[in-house]
């Protein structure tokens, strides 16, 4: 599994589908360790559950947020768009800051031994859900 981020221009969102509560640990732990200690730290925490922990697939996500922020700029926040549940599924989208440009990623987390892991990632270049856009 790789990721693959899509870069625009920052857009206003007014989003209604946001229960913080819904957010799994391990997308807010990895969004706050890719604050704290960047984007290395943050793959390993989104990854270190999941089918796709190998060394292979997180060499090579690490290397992409690299090559992410010589493009957008250095990370500087996110913002939280959406979030959904269901018995199997759960989803969080959220806005990633860079310095010059936004990103946008959808986590989907599917339950594995009663906790929820990485199942998928979508990441747009504009913003595709949570609300109006203007």
Do not use: C
């Amino acid at each position: 599994m790789s990721f693959l981020i899509l870069l625009g221009s920052a857009q206003k969102s007014f989003a209604t589908d946001i229960d913080l509560a819904l957010i799994p640990p391990y997308v807010s732990n990895g969004l706050q360790a890719y604050a704290n200690e960047g984007y290395e730290a943050a793959v390993h925490v989104w990854l270190a559950d999941s089918p796709y922990k190998n060394a292979t697939t997180l060499a090579s996500n690490i290397a992409f947020f690299k090559n992410i922020e010589k493009l957008a700029g250095n990370y500087q926040s996110y913002t939280v768009l959406m979030t959904k549940q269901t018995i199997s599924s759960n989803v969080v989208y959220v806005r990633m800051n860079y310095a010059r440009l936004p990103g946008y990623v959808l986590f989907t987390s599917l339950k594995r031994n009663d906790k929820w892991v990485l199942g998928k990632v979508q990441l747009d270049r504009l913003q595709r859900f949570g609300g109006l856009v203007q």
